[in-house]
């Protein structure tokens, strides 16, 4: 049979289902892969590299702000006066300059207390203590003292001038004055070696006695219902040694109180310069203000400060209360007679 036998009869069925489920040939173009990158991004590092980055670019900055901070502060006159010294700064007294000069500002850290000085009368003024002890030798001129320019006033001097008992020694120089009564019998020198000084020794009436605490020590006999007597005592200066003689001297009084009834005050008498043989001397008269069993009581006072070759100053002190006032003149007896050795 010919194809053109079929005419028109239909297909057969297996032929054309066949010709319906043909698959088709599959065309797949393949996808091209991304190119490869030479470099990793930020989240392909491991975290403990991103940590360690971040903690070094902190330090840099930190370092950098310190360094930019201490660059600008070392020429900054402001930030370096605003520093705090790196010691503690004693109390400075500025010098006494010409009306020309003009008044010079204070150093940083300083407290200016100008006038503090025996030498001025009354113009003591609160002081910080803050620093160190200025003990340079001594000398007998007055315009050497605080008052006159020096550069620090000694803790233990500031303390004696702020004390209400002793009051700043006169201005200018006033001699000791006669007192009461007459001199007992002298007998030769004290000789006090180990002060460098000698001073008289009396008789009758007074008694050598015990020296401790001093180098040499005279007494007067113990007066009935009375709790102190005349002394005559000689040691080396007790208390820091002063630019000058005057400031010294002024020390050695205020220390003087401790040998007085408690609460004692000082009125002055005399200050002046003397000599004690060839050596430099300063000596002080005072009267001694105090109160004994509700009753104001006094003693006249008197202390030479002798400037002593190689050693301390020396200090003769000597108080006599007004129950035996009729030894009083025994002071004038012991300033006129004090010798260096």
């Given amino acids: 049979m010919s194809p053109g036998d079929y005419g028109t009869k239909a297909v057969p069925s297996y032929i054309a ?11 797949t173009v393949p996808v091209a ?135 700043a020694l006169p ?11 007459r001199a007992a019998a002298t007998h030769g020198l004290v000789k006090d070696r180990r002060s460098g000084i000698a001073l008289p020794r009396f008789t009758k009436t007074w008694a050598l006695a015990k020296p401790a605490p001093f180098a040499s020590r005279q007494l007067l006999p113990k007066v009935k219902g009375a709790s102190y007597r005349g002394m005559l005592v000689s040691c080396p200066v007790p208390i820091p040694e002063q630019k000058t003689l005057r400031d010294t001297a002024f020390l050695a009084a205020r220390w003087t109180l401790n040998h007085h009834p408690s609460g004692a005050t000082i009125t002055w008498t005399a200050s002046q310069p003397f000599k004690a043989g060839k050596r430099e001397g300063w000596l002080l008269g005072y009267t001694v203000h105090y109160t004994l069993k509700g009753k104001k009581r006094v003693s006249a006072a008197a202390l ?36 260096a050795l």
């Fill in 304 to 339: 030479a400060l002798v400037d002593v070759p190689e050693k301390k100053p020396a200090v003769v002190f000597v108080t006599i209360p007004d129950s035996q006032k009729k030894r009083w003149h025994d002071i004038n007896k012991v300033m006129s007679s004090v010798k």
């Fill in 17 to 27: 289902a066949e010709a319906e489920t043909t698959p088709l040939p599959k065309i």
């Fill in 33 to 167: 892969p991304p190119p490869a990158s030479s470099s990793k991004g930020l989240g392909d590092l491991p975290m403990r590299v991103v940590y360690r980055a971040i903690a070094v670019a902190a330090g840099v900055v930190v370092l950098g702000a310190g360094a930019t901070v201490v660059l600008l502060n070392r020429d900054d006159p402001a930030a370096t006066a605003a520093a705090p010294p790196p010691h503690s700064a004693a109390v400075v007294v500025p010098s006494a300059a010409p009306a020309s000069s003009g008044a010079a500002a204070p150093a940083a850290g300083a407290v200016a207390t100008p006038g503090l000085s025996p030498l001025s009368s009354a113009l003591s003024s609160p002081v910080a203590s803050t620093g160190a002890s200025a003990t340079p030798g001594t000398t007998a001129s007055a315009a050497s003292s605080p008052a006159a320019g020096a550069d620090a006033v000694d803790p233990a001097l500031a303390a004696a001038l702020k004390d209400p008992r002793v009051p």
């Fill in 171 to 181: 201005k200018n120089s006033r001699r000791l004055r006669s007192l009461p009564g």
